[in-house]
């Protein structure tokens, strides 16, 4: 079965939301797979954020998940990676629809990086990438 890397980002965490997001995932019904609480090192960030390197928000993006804790999770199942990047809804939080992670806890909070909530992997390729930076021991 498939597996996707998601991420409870400073924000999220720092609101309390680790467990709306985990029961989330549960009730969807894909199952946790390894899971761990840490504040990101900015190598292993500007690893996971390679595709963003140049652009305006990389630095402050790169700043901000380093800021705090965030929780990092493994989840397993059927499609996860399309079915969670649907549960968190569209990147912006004020035109994510409601129903979603992002569309019901997040909205624009007028700063320079998006306050988004959650981190989902974007296709097969992008998970493994991000499970081996994550999680090395897996
Ligand atoms: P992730 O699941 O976090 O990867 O979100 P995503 O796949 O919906 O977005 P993407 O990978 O394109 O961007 C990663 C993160 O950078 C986003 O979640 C936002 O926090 C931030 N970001 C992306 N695009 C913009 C932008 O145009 N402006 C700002 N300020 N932040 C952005
Ligand atoms: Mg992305």
């Given at each position: 079965?498939?597996?996707?890397?998601v991420?409870?980002?400073?924000?999220?965490?720092?609101?309390?939301?680790?467990?709306?997001?985990?029961?989330?995932?549960?009730?969807?019904?894909?199952?946790?797979?390894?899971?761990?609480?840490?504040?990101?090192?900015?190598?292993?960030?500007?690893?996971?954020?390679?595709?963003?390197?140049?652009?305006?928000?990389?630095?402050?993006?790169?700043?901000?998940?380093?800021?705090?804790?965030?929780?990092?999770?493994?989840?397993?199942?059927?499609?996860?990676?399309?079915?969670?990047?649907?549960?968190a809804?569209?990147?912006?939080?004020?035109?994510?629809?409601?129903?979603?992670?992002?569309?019901?806890?997040?909205?624009?909070?007028?700063?320079?990086?998006?306050?988004?909530?959650?981190?989902g992997?974007?296709?097969?390729?992008?998970?493994?990438?991000?499970?081996?930076?994550?999680?090395?021991?897996?």
């Amino acid at each position: 079965t498939e597996r996707s890397l998601v991420i409870v980002k400073p924000d999220g965490f720092h609101r309390g939301l680790t467990g709306e997001v985990l029961r989330r995932i549960e009730a969807k019904g894909y199952v946790l797979a390894a899971l761990k609480i840490l504040t990101p090192p900015t190598a292993l960030l500007q690893e996971h954020y390679a595709e963003h390197e140049g652009k305006p928000f990389f630095e402050p993006l790169v700043a901000f998940m380093s800021s705090g804790p965030v929780t990092a999770v493994v989840i397993e199942g059927e499609d996860c990676i399309k079915g969670f990047r649907s549960l968190a809804g569209a990147t912006n939080p004020t035109e994510a629809a409601p129903g979603s992670i992002r569309g019901d806890l997040g909205r624009d909070w007028g700063e320079k990086v998006q306050k988004n909530i959650v981190h989902g992997s974007d296709s097969p390729e992008s998970a493994a990438r991000e499970i081996g930076i994550w999680f090395p021991e897996l």
